[in-house]
């Protein structure tokens, strides 16, 4: 079955720190890959997104994350968070032959200290 | 990005009753999507919803007990049947955006007792 790991579940962070957090699933035919994050309070938004070519994809806040198909992972990525970065991310896949339902990792809670 | 509201934001709900939550989405949308997320657990699709045919069920989730309408391009329901603690959870509605990402609603939060 197809998965999805975010090998963090709680993160602490002092502001201007750097940010990686982890995701690899399990699937080997072509993938979307997602980001979400869920901040204190508010709904679900989408961080950011790969289809395809460049392998670099940035998002809003200057997140970003990288596809790597030969580990399968596409971890998140911040130079230097901010408090405001304190939210939960959640990873999540589609698998392009199961049509559009998208599979999510456990979520990873980021705690960013002013 | 669709702006997607949900109601009620939040119930509680005695054991053996039903809920239906609603979700309105301000455009027209082709696909609808339904997912739970239980205390301490990610997001889990529970269906597909479409305009005009029979929602699509994931595995493990059957149309009794959590019947979906979805009258038009813009509004579907989801029922949540016979409830037990068991199901309580935040109900999500999604759409699909012009790629194939999801947008999502606020969620509703149910407490079965």
């Known amino acids: 079955a197809q998965s999805v790991s975010q090998h963090n579940h709680h993160v602490i962070l002092s502001e201007a720190a750097s940010l990686e957090l982890g995701c690899n699933y399990s699937?080997?035919?072509?993938?979307?890959l997602f980001w979400y994050v869920q901040y204190p309070g508010q709904h679900l938004q989408l961080l950011l997104k790969?289809?395809?070519?460049?392998?670099l994809v940035k998002g809003i806040k200057g997140f970003e994350a990288e596809f790597i198909k030969s580990k399968f992972s596409f971890n998140l990525r911040k130079p230097s968070v901010q408090w405001s970065d304190t939210a939960e991310y959640f990873c999540a896949v589609n698998a392009l032959q199961s049509s559009y339902k998208l599979i999510f990792g456990s979520g990873t809670r980021l705690l960013v200290r002013p | 990005s669709a702006v997607i509201s949900q109601k009620p934001s939040r119930d509680i709900c005695q054991r053996g009753t039903s809920l239906t939550i609603q979700c309105q989405v301000d455009?027209?949308?082709?696909?609808m999507f339904w997912y739970r997320q239980q205390p301490g657990q990610s997001l889990t699709l529970i269906a597909t919803?479409?305009?005009?045919?029979?929602?699509?069920?994931e595995s493990g989730f059957v149309i009794d007990k959590f019947p979906i309408s979805r009258p038009n391009l813009t509004f579907s329901t989801l029922t949540v049947s016979n409830m037990s603690p068991e199901d309580s959870s935040i109900y999500l509605c999604?759409?699909?955006?012009?790629?194939?990402?999801?947008?999502f609603g606020p969620g509703t939060r149910l407490t079965v007792t």
């Open positions: 455009s027209q949308v082709t696909m």
């Open positions: 699937y080997g035919g072509t993938v979307n």
């Open positions: 919803a479409n305009q005009g045919s029979e929602a699509t069920y």
């Open positions: 790969y289809f395809s070519g460049d392998p």
């Open positions: 999604s759409v699909l955006g012009q790629g194939r990402e999801q947008y």
